[in-house]
């Protein structure tokens, strides 16, 4: 396959890859910059290689820009950081009741989403579902997994987060 081939086998697919993207991403933007990093990707590795790997281009293709998705996904979990500056400040002037555990709840949580000890699937359902308030359903489609599944990872999660509250003797009434 010669790369002008490519480039219009591309465009001739770039609608449905597009649908397909978007159907992941819920982002305009973010399928754009996936295609466009795809494309990217398949010049690259034509250009190493001097062929596309493979039964079909399309199937190549599609398994590219599936990759770019995860890896964009995994790339926004990593650069997750969230300031508690403003917190600090609050307790400090006494704005914040002494009794309020909600920044050691917070501290906690955001410790589980950054343990590399922690499946990284558990951690994006802990994300999605505390921190997003996404309903189950919904990450399931986010993720293309079964509800049994993103169910499953999210008791793994709460399990993680229950034995973490207790050992800082956290009550469930703390938590309220």
């Known amino acids: 396959m010669e790369l002008g081939d490519i480039e219009k086998e591309y465009f001739r697919l770039r609608p449905d890859l597009y649908r397909f993207l978007l159907s992941k991403t819920r982002s305009h933007e973010w399928a ?58 609050d307790w400090e002037q006494g704005k914040i009741d002494q009794t309020d555990y909600s920044e050691l709840i917070f501290k906690t949580v955001n410790n589980i989403l950054t343990r590399e000890d922690v499946d990284l699937r558990v951690r994006e359902v802990l994300k999605l579902r505390l921190i997003d ?44």
């Open 32 to 89: 754009e910059d996936i295609l466009q990093d795809t494309i990217m990707e398949i010049i690259e590795i034509y250009q190493k290689s001097d062929s596309i790997f493979g039964a079909t281009f399309k199937s190549f293709l599609y398994k590219v820009a599936y990759n770019k998705f995860i890896d964009d996904t995994r790339k926004s979990y990593k650069k997750l950081e969230v300031s508690t500056e403003a917190l600090e400040n």
């Open 133 to 176: 308030r996404w309903k189950i359903e919904d990450i399931s489609n986010f993720l293309s997994l079964t509800r049994q599944t993103i169910h499953s990872d999210y008791r793994k999660g709460m399990e993680l987060l229950r034995f973490d509250f207790e050992e800082l003797n956290l009550k469930p009434e703390d938590l309220f």
